[in-house]
């Protein structure tokens, strides 16, 4: 049995494993895809204190190199319920797991567009991941849609690679840092439309356009393009913890800043919870906050 079970291998689980584990506390990390989460598919990171400017992967990559030398034990699963008696029962697809105590930081999920056929298309000109598979797209032209710092960043990134970008809005304004706008407007390769909202994709095996609509005037707007890029937020992935958490109204566990939840033992990390601001730091402060809480609940019993 571990005294610290963590769910989820982004910046707050990361920061949370940290401080576990120089708390003496034996410590599992589960994660079901990526170490890193969101973080590991941003193309540079320029707002984290000490590093100008890295990749969110060798971001990602230090974080997880740091918690293994601390001494993680680390399981690459998928969490599918949590069940609480005298201790906590993790149960995952492959192996169930028991700890005294539990930290929820899985953090959120891509947004879908919504369109009906959508699914089909990933891979095949659908991307949610311009660090991902804007390469596959050099000297091409492709679309982003997106308005936020993320989105803007990715914009970026396909400028270098791509022929041309079209950054596609749905509202007629960003809602980014002013650095990073100044930095897209000042691009010569990215063009900016806004109030439109995709409307279909077309193309045989693989994209060859996408088709718009003008949310003013239902007028259509077609782009001849290799890919269509969607960096339109994310979704808390809280959905195996319903039993034990309160969600509100858009799926976030409710806790405040001291990452407690109702069910003692039981603690939320990161941009899984319900809070104003969501980046790197926050996670991260997150992280320390929801570990601390569970050395001094464990520390306690």
Known sequence: MYDIIIIGGGPAGLGAAIYALRNGKRVLLIEKETIGGQIASSPRVENYPALSSLSG?????????QVLALGIEFELDEVVAI????????????????????IVATGAEHKKIGLEDEERWVGRGLSYCAVCDGP????????????ANSALQSALLLA??????????LFDRFFAEEVLVEKVLASPNITITKEILLNKLVGEEELEKAVFRNTKTSELVEFKVAAVFVCIGQVPVNEPFTNLLTLNQDGYVVADES????????????????KKTRQL????????SAALA???????L
């Open 259 to 274: 990452c407690l939840t109702e069910v003692a033992g039981l603690f939320v990390a990161g941009d899984c919870r319900n």
């Open 281 to 288: 730091t926050t996670a991260l402060a997150d992280g320390t």
């Open 83 to 102: 069940e609480k008696a005298e201790i906590f029962k993790v149960k995952c697809k492959f192996n169930d797991y028991e700890a005294q105590a539990v």
């Open 160 to 169: 270098n690679i791509c022929k041309k970008v079209h950054l596609c809005l």
């Open 136 to 147: 596959f797209y050099a000297d091409q032209e492709v679309c982003l849609i997106g308005d």
């Open 294 to 300: 569970a050395v001094n609940y464990l520390n306690n």
């Open 57 to 65: 992967a060798d971001l990602a990559n230090r974080l997880f190199e």
